[in-house]
């Protein structure tokens, strides 16, 4: 007997095996748990799977389809820092600077969870240095992917920021 469920989260910055994003649980309709040994159960398993779970993950391919799939999981209260500070990185990673500076100055232990990260972000992001933040937004990714053993199914693609003509000085 087992109970699954979906995860959504981002890759950055890295995480350890024991936190798994946002989610729903799902159980199979109208008999609780799932049953590995019951050949029906599994079947229902993976055509809800196809059905409805996938599509829907499936469908969230830009920053902008993961904070509308999340909003739903956000909680009050306890959340709003963790979601604060993911909004930063969100900003960060499509080259929306301002906003991730303006959410990361007033809040100096964020600052200094940072600098234990990747002593080099804050300075990138006040220099506003692409190079050096998608290295390190890289790195972070590539991190929790060999945490959570995902390495085969990864391919990595290029942050928005990455995508944008540097502008001017």
Sequence with gaps: MFKSRTVVDILI????????????????????????????????????????????????????????LTEQYRASGDYYDRDRFFEMLIATAVGNFDLAQSIVEPQPDVQLYLGELAPSFYPALLARDRTEIAKILHAWEAQTIKTYKLEKFWEQTPFPLELQDTPPP
């Design 13 to 68: 910055p890295p995480s350890d095996a024991g936190y798994l994003g946002r989610g729903d649980y799902f159980t199979d309709p109208g008999k609780g748990l799932w049953d590995a040994t019951n050949p029906d159960a599994v079947q229902r398993f993976f055509d809800l799977l196809e059905d409805k779970i996938l599509p829907k993950l499936r469908s969230t391919t830009t920053f902008d389809h993961y904070r509308i």
